[in-house]
């Protein structure tokens, strides 16, 4: 069976994301602000830096930079899609208007940095302190409101990542790259009022995508979002549709494609490509940008069509491989055809070959033989007096669902008797094995 997983963040092997759909962003109604770097942008004249940021959410939330020596710089190097690079002097963007935030607020946020001190990324208020501020040199997260301020450490990537901020109740909990990083407790109103910039400095990042909402997102419609943003960035493997090898029974070359920075497959190996064969094979690998993806592939070959089987007394049966006939058979019975026919009661296997001697055993098939036939008795020849019944002699032990069909063309299990002659019973059970008796009766007054 096929399983697919593309929801896999950067060094988090959170496979738990698997169980939660993709969320787009605009599905949840408290989408306040939607800044895409793919999307409603309008560059400077020169084409390459930004003008202005313009919110995806509908509410107008457009961030803005009139003067060309603080723009940030479009690129297109997160798998081929743009991102804008805040040059950590003097990038910034304002808001169009004050964005104020209620007491409850998520932030999601894809970004990466790139210097090795100083700020990661600011979302800033009117007076500059960094509501949201990722700090690279000490490697910790601020985050504060207009009283105080809390710190957590965070990871120090060098490629893209995945930052959550939920605030709930003034209590804000931060998610990096799928990973809860903490808690702390904020107090006071929040009001955004530009991108990059605070008192602080400004901020040396690459930005792909920033996502506010006006509510505290629950774990599950965040991890939504969040494998949206991966799966929309991230550069997933293909091993292909689960595969059904039909000429051979050697072992095949499974790729997990070139282009990625590293592998690992549930074997244990680190390489591109392994031989696999039959079963189950799956491999992680991540990316160029640190994005990590999963996927899996059954392998099974043909195998001969053979299994349990019933037969009646006296009959026989065709075990057919239904395979081609270039392959070479070896039953358990020692015939090397590709049926063969049998009537006895036993087990059977056959040993199927190809031209490079690779080989594939059958399930082991029981062959059993129902002696139905057997019970059917109507009794010695016998004298009776006209219009007496005859019948089975043994039919309280036979099983329920019986087909009669006597010479005199009834189908009771019983009849009356009128004329001296043999008298024929067929009785078929529900595996339609038939049985059958005669028996002469004498007819006397």
């Known amino acids: 069976m096929k399983r ?109 940095m790139n210097s090795n001190s100083g700020i990661g990324f600011g979302l800033s208020n009117n007076t500059l302190q960094a509501n949201l501020f990722l700090n690279y040199s000490d490697g910790s997260t601020y985050l504060q409101g207009d009283v105080n301020y809390f710190q957590l450490p965070i990871n120090r990537f060098t490629n893209y990542e995945i930052t959550s901020i939920i605030r709930s109740n003034n209590v804000e909990q931060v998610y990096q790259n799928g990973l809860n990083k903490g808690n702390g407790t904020l107090s006071g109103s929040i009001t955004l009022n530009s991108i990059g910039l605070s008192k602080y400095g400004n901020s040396n990042v690459e930005i792909a995508e920033i996502i506010v909402y006006n509510s505290a997102l629950t774990n599950q419609v965040r991890l939504g979002i969040e494998n949206y943003l991966v799966k929309k960035y991230s550069n997933p493997v293909n091993l292909g549709n689960d595969l059904v090898i039909k000429k051979s029974f050697c072992d095949t070359t499974l790729h997990a494609g070139v282009g990625f920075a590293s592998y690992k497959w549930n074997s244990g190996e680190t390489t591109e490509s392994i031989l696999a064969g039959k079963g189950i094979h799956s491999v992680t690998v991540t990316d160029n940008n640190g994005f990590l993806s999963y996927d899996s592939i059954n392998v099974s070959f043909l195998k001969a069509a053979i299994k349990d089987t019933l037969i009646c007394l006296g009959t026989n049966v065709l075990l057919d491989t239904k395979l081609n006939t270039t392959f070479t058979y070896k039953w358990s019975t020692g015939q090397t055809t590709p049926t063969i026919t049998v009537n006895t009661a036993q087990k059977y296997w056959v040993s199927v070959s190809d031209k490079s001697s690779c080989s594939l055993n059958s399930d082991t098939i029981t062959v059993s033989i129902d002696t139905f036939a057997n019970t059917i008795h109507l009794g010695s020849d016998t004298s009776l007096c006209s219009g007496n019944l005859i019948g089975l002699t043994n039919s309280s032990s036979l099983p329920t669902g019986l087909s009669y069909k006597w010479s005199t063309s009834e189908t009771s299990s019983q009849i009356g008797v009128t004329t001296s002659k043999n008298y024929s019973i067929t009785v078929s059970n529900k595996n339609n094995c038939i049985g059958s008796d005669v028996q002469y009766v004498t007819v006397s007054g």
């Open 4 to 112: 697919k997983y593309i929801l896999l963040f950067l060094y988090a092997i959170f496979f738990a994301l698997s169980a939660f759909s993709q969320t787009r962003p605009d599905k949840i109604s408290s989408l306040l602000l939607w800044l895409r770097a793919d999307s409603n942008i309008t560059l400077a004249s020169n084409g390459t830096t930004l003008a202005a940021w313009n919110d995806c959410s509908s509410n107008g939330n457009n961030a803005i930079q009139n003067s060309s020596s603080s723009q940030p710089l479009q690129t297109t190097i997160l798998n081929g899609k743009p991102t804008f690079i805040f040059n950590g002097s003097s990038d910034y963007l304002n808001f169009s208007k004050n964005i104020s935030l209620p007491s409850d607020y998520s932030y999601i946020i894809l970004y990466r």
